[in-house]
């Protein structure tokens, strides 16, 4: 039993949580922490692993799981939306976040969405270290604050979340809880293992690639360095001629290209493209998504019709989808003319009001995004800390994807 918890927490008998071993150096100095984690989390992660507390908080500890969690992802994720979140602050107010010197560094996440972290500027000695939460919600009474510190150690912040009520003189602000202190294995962690920090890579492009692949080389030959193509294209094993047979007109040649060079697949983790050569297998063929994705725009178009202005596949000038993004938006072409080498790209986007036509080709567009030049509803950008090369990639669909 962890001595800090001890009085305060029981295990859950029906999901026990049980120690994964962390190599508390490695991790440390993968964090450029000199004088280490907060003690506490070293004993509490060493006696249980990764733990459910409370049914409400996860206190992520080092482990992973494939396909589920990996730590040293989930703090770079963390860490990377934390600082585009603290931007929303005023200067005077706003925290660094780690990798930077006294930066927060993020322990856990609530189900309600908030985040947890230390202030590691507050002291040199880690044991001191307060909590510091972003709240998923405006804090009640607080204007529109989200952000919030507390004079609490990782310790004492999860001792108050038990309590039915408050001791004089109570921390102030928004304390989670009351919670009923219960330590259970993260319920989608059942076999995490330890993890281990990456090793150094060596930079994927020399500084001339980068060049070429970030501010002077065009079409292919830069999208290429980018996002290096797969070996073998993901296209659907039949022929650009049975499918536009099928869909009733053929495809723009830079479409054809690209999907020629690449093949069906996800741009970085989030633009999917539909598998092209797909006519046979009813439930996932070309014509299908496309079918799927207008008859949802036609339903809300009947609806909404200021929200949808597009005409739809096969009307003159209609939509005609092609990709889709993991936030539900879609990538396509608005039909206008007989000659599709003029058809101009367009998103639809979920979450946002119909914008213009897209000004460049396909690959243009690609690469413009990739390189976090190109700023359109429906396309998110990257973030000033990010960088593209890192950020850009391409994942190639294997041949039972439904896409």
């Avoid at 004492?156 to 003189?169: A, I, Q």
């Avoid at 014509?287 to 739809?312: C, H, M, T, W």
Wanted: aromatic share 10%; proline share 11%; net charge negative.
């Amino acid at each position: 039993m962890n001595p800090g918890t001890a009085d305060f927490t029981t295990v859950d008998p029906e999901r026990p949580p049980s120690p994964v071993a962390a190599d508390w150096p490695a991790v440390e100095a993968w964090l450029g922490l000199a004088a280490g984690l907060p003690s506490d989390f070293k004993q509490l992660a060493d006696a249980y692993g990764p733990v459910d507390f409370g049914a409400y908080i996860w206190i992520h500890t080092p482990c992973a799981e494939a396909g589920r969690f990996d730590y040293g992802t989930w703090l770079h994720e963390t860490h990377r939306a934390a600082r585009i979140q603290v931007r929303h602050l005023p200067e005077e107010e706003r925290y660094a976040v780690h990798p930077e010197p006294g930066g927060l560094l993020a322990w856990g996440v609530s189900r309600g969405g908030d985040t947890l972290f230390w202030d590691t500027s507050r002291s040199a000695d880690p044991d001191a270290w307060g909590v510091v939460v972003h709240h998923r919600g405006v804090i009640p009474g607080s204007g529109l604050r989200v952000w919030h510190a507390y004079d609490l150690t990782l310790t004492e912040y999860l001792r108050h979340t038990v309590r039915d009520g408050w001791e004089l003189p109570s921390p102030p602000g928004p304390l989670m809880g009351p919670l009923p202190g219960s330590l259970a294995r993260t319920a989608f962690l059942p076999d995490a293992r330890p993890w281990a920090p990456p090793a150094p890579e060596v930079p994927r492009l020399t500084e001339a690639q980068r060049l070429v692949a970030l501010r002077t080389g065009t079409g292919l030959e830069a999208l290429e360095l980018l996002s290096p193509p797969p070996a073998e294209p993901c296209l659907g094993g039949d022929s650009w001629e049975a499918l536009f047979a099928e869909l009733g007109t053929v495809l723009p040649r830079e479409y054809v290209t690209l999907m020629e060079r690449y093949g069906a697949g996800c741009w970085s983790r989030w633009l999917r493209f539909f598998t092209p050569l797909r006519t046979r297998d009813h439930e996932r063929r070309f014509v299908i998504n496309v079918k799927d994705v207008l008859d949802g725009y036609r339903e809300l178009k009947a609806s909404y019709p200021d929200e949808q202005p597009l005409a739809v596949w096969p009307e003159p000038g209609g939509f005609l989808p092609f990709a889709n993004s993991v936030d539900g938006d879609q990538l396509g072409w608005l039909t206008e003319g007989a000659d599709p080498e003029a058809w101009p790209l367009v998103v639809w986007p979920r979450h946002a009001r119909q914008g213009p036509p897209l000004e460049g080709g396909l690959i243009d567009t690609l690469l413009a995004w990739q390189r976090g030049t190109l700023a359109t509803a429906g396309l998110p950008g990257l973030d000033v800390s990010d960088d593209p090369v890192e950020c850009a990639g391409f994942a190639a669909w294997d041949a039972g994807a439904y896409w």
